[in-house]
């Protein structure tokens, strides 16, 4: 079992800035990727960013790109997502997930484990 429990949510404004984190516990692997989902009312939930937890390599979806940065803190067993620049179409439930390696890192549906989700929301 693996528990995920995300934090940092909250209101800013547009062109501010915010970091979620996502704390990990239970068993762990190091073979694991580390990604963020988000969902908005009415929307089917989408890929964000995504990290392999040993190796370091990162990927982000179009829309954030050049804004979010996706980090991790194996010790600490610490996913991170630093926002910036952001803009109301931002404005979602963000979601930590991890899967081990054999599928897609953009696919939801590829990920075992789930936060509970924390609310960003950028007011205009």
């Known amino acids: 079992q693996v528990q995920l429990v995300e934090s940092g949510g909250g209101l800013v404004q547009a062109g501010g800035s915010l970091r979620l984190s996502c704390a990990a516990s239970g068993r762990t692997f190091s073979s694991y990727v580390m990604g963020w989902f988000r969902q908005a009312p009415g929307k089917e939930r989408e890929f964000a960013a995504a990290?392999?937890?040993?190796?370091?390599?990162?990927y982000y979806a179009d829309s954030v790109k050049g804004r979010f940065t996706i980090s991790r803190d194996n010790a600490k067993s610490t996913v991170y997502l630093q926002m910036n620049s952001l803009k109301p179409e931002d404005t979602a439930v963000y979601y930590c997930?991890?899967?081990?390696?054999?599928?897609?890192?953009?696919?939801?549906?590829?990920?075992?484990?789930w936060g509970q989700g924390t609310q960003v929301t950028v007011s205009s």
């Open positions: 997930a991890a899967k081990s390696y054999g599928g897609s890192y953009s696919d939801k549906y590829a990920y075992r484990y």
């Open positions: 990290i392999y937890w040993n190796g370091g390599s990162t």
